[in-house]
């Protein structure tokens, strides 16, 4: 047996845990530069806010209804999720961390443990330890886990546990199942079964596998599969290394200066060199990306990228942002106001089978020892406390966050004070 352990509108609750005066009332959190909404308490979706929906287009409805509205505190929100993710690894060894508020868990060999009173037990002690409440869905395999867990969050009266047990549960959770709603349909597929008269999770299953085989390929017959109660999918307890790697932002402001762009985009590819590094990898295409604000008809608009392949592949920090500017250099023209830009990295393998150039002049152990030693300051003392001097010092381009939460649980300054 499978268990799927979702967060509940998971950053709206890590504001919560720390401000108790926000229980009932409607809580929304923005994304990057207050835009959008991202995230929703209950009681904001009861009030119809729409996730995606921009924030200045909902301002009288905030007032009206005393929302709580919050920048996006990504510090707090991947340091609760540890912090559950530690819970929920206390109760199996077999867990696979699927996103920032939602994790996989194998339950295999607890045919011996009443599941029900064991879930019950998991989100009880998740919520004592961290405040966070969490819904579980537990079923014969991962996509009917996930079906499971809709069910235990949309039912109140499983009171957030739902398990799909027997051929009968199945069968009515599918039929109440939308077919989009289905973890690796997607839109597309969705829109394309659709037309067959496919419209719900127990439809899809009543096709013949030879026929979805040849429509959606061995990943859509093994999703039927899954929602049949065979096992196609086990846990993967690391996540793959990923096949392209990319840091991008919009700004708080708009920028017309390249000296403030250069130290975005140089940001932006020490990012991608430390994420490389994370997991082991070299890169051997950089992408560098500016645009203007498309949303600003009264503006000039212009929009440009620049593709570079390196000699060799690395994951230098000094490296990548080299090749980052020469590419920002290249595409940037003056009198524009550029909103957004980014750095995409591609062509990525293993750092054990690197090859190298016949005329390459660069010290690669040297850059290598050095990056070790700059990852354990930035790791022990803080991001960007070892950084490229091309950075810059004060990161005038950054996110505006006008209404971002303390970080109560990564900082001292912000940890809370308790009068008795």
């Avoid at 990319?246 to 130290?263: I, K, N, P, V």
């Avoid at 550029?338 to 010290?363: C, E, M, R, W």
Wanted: glycine fraction near 6%.
């Amino acid at each position: 047996m499978f268990a799927l352990a979702d967060c509940n509108n998971f950053y709206a609750s890590c504001e919560r845990v720390f401000d108790p005066s926000l229980i009932g009332r409607p809580v929304i959190v923005l994304s990057n530069n207050d835009g959008c909404v991202i995230a929703r308490s209950n009681e904001a979706k009861a009030l119809g806010i729409k996730m995606g929906e921009p924030a200045f287009k909902i301002k009288e409805l905030i007032e009206k209804a005393n929302v709580a509205v919050f920048s996006s505190n990504y510090t707090l929100y991947g340091d609760m999720s540890q912090r559950v993710m530690n819970t929920l690894a206390s109760f199996t060894p077999d867990i696979e961390i699927y996103s920032i508020d939602e994790a996989f868990l194998g339950l295999h060999g607890f045919s011996y443990v009443d599941l029900m009173d064991y879930a019950r037990n998991i989100r009880r002690t998740t919520m004592r330890n961290t405040g966070i409440p969490i819904s579980l869905g537990i079923a014969s395999t991962k996509t009917l886990a996930k079906v499971a867990n809709h069910i235990a969050k949309k039912q109140p009266q499983h009171q957030g546990v739902y398990i799909i047990a027997n051929e009968h549960q199945r069968i009515d959770a599918l039929k109440a199942y939308e077919i989009g709603e289905v973890w690796g349909i997607g839109r597309q597929y969705s829109k394309f079964l659709a037309r067959y008269g496919v419209n719900t999770a127990y439809d899809f299953t009543r096709m013949p596998a030879g026929w979805v085989k040849q429509h959606m390929s061995v990943v859509g017959l093994r999703t039927q599969k899954e929602l049949l109660g065979i096992p196609c999918i086990d846990l993967e307890h690391s996540a793959p290394p990923k096949k392209a790697i990319a840091t991008t932002r919009s700004f708080g402001e708009m920028q017309t200066d390249l000296g403030y762009l250069s130290e975005a985009v140089a940001s932006f590819a020490a990012s991608c060199a430390h994420k490389l590094r994370k997991q082991q990898s070299v890169a051997q295409v950089v992408m560098v990306f500016a645009h203007t604000n498309y949303f600003r008809d009264d503006l000039p608009q212009y929009s440009a990228s620049k593709t570079i392949t390196l000699p060799v592949p690395t994951s230098s920090t000094m490296e990548l942002i080299h090749y980052a500017l020469i590419g920002l250099k290249s595409i940037y023209k003056p009198g524009f106001r550029y909103k957004k830009a980014g750095v995409i990295v591609t062509g990525i393998s293993t750092n054990q089978h690197i090859q190298t150039s016949l005329f390459d002049t660069i010290d690669r152990e040297k850059h290598n020892k050095l990056m070790v030693v700059v990852d354990k300051l930035n790791d022990k003392y803080g991001r960007h406390t070892v950084k490229v001097a091309a950075q810059g010092a004060g990161r005038k381009w950054k996110l505006r966050q006008e209404r971002v939460s303390p970080m109560y649980t990564t900082r001292w300054d912000d940890i809370i004070t308790v009068k008795v």
